[in-house]
């Protein structure tokens, strides 16, 4: 025997999806924060604004409206993906000694060796960062060496891919630069925040 529906059941299933949909579409999500407005807005002026604010955004909490917080933060962020891209390459580089041309071995050797290089410079950066103190000329001194290390870091990154600028590619060379490049512009975005920082220290 078929069981009849009251008619009130369906009047009241419809009044609750109405009430549902109609309460969803009033409340919409909240808006970004400050603290993540700042992270957008201080990664404008970066080479690469959109991989600045994806990698960052996560740390507003943490950064609030803070430029050193957010140069800071950076380069802790470029030293992990620095020292990750160091033992990929160290792990394939035992590899490309068993059946790749010479000069695929030479570049991927030489470009672990500078990425190891770059792990130190940011390394240090990270910890010049860490042990900040004072104000004026003698902050500015310590920035200016943070600068430094970011800036030779980058440049050991960029040693790493020119390094296979003349080398055929047998799938090594597209799959290391392809890694190296992202790593790159990580560590740009970070000393481009770094040189934000510094341009807000006042000297008298």
Known sequence: MKTQIPSTFFFIL??????????????????PSNNTNFIRTSCQTTLYPQLCFTSLSGYSSAVQQDPGSLARVAIGVALSKTITMTKYISNISSHVDYGSSPRV????????SVFGDAVDNIRESLRQMRRLNGSGEDLRFQVSNVQTWMSAALTNEETCTDGFEDVVDDGVKADVCGRAV????????????VNGFANTIQTP
Do not use: F, G, R, W
């Open 105 to 112: 071995v030479a570049a991927v050797h030489d470009c672990c």
């Open 182 to 193: 992202k790593v790159k512009e990580m560590t740009s975005n970070a000393l481009a925040l």
């Open 14 to 31: 419809s009044t609750t999806i109405l009430t549902i949909t109609i309460t969803t579409t009033s409340n919409p999500l909240p808006p």
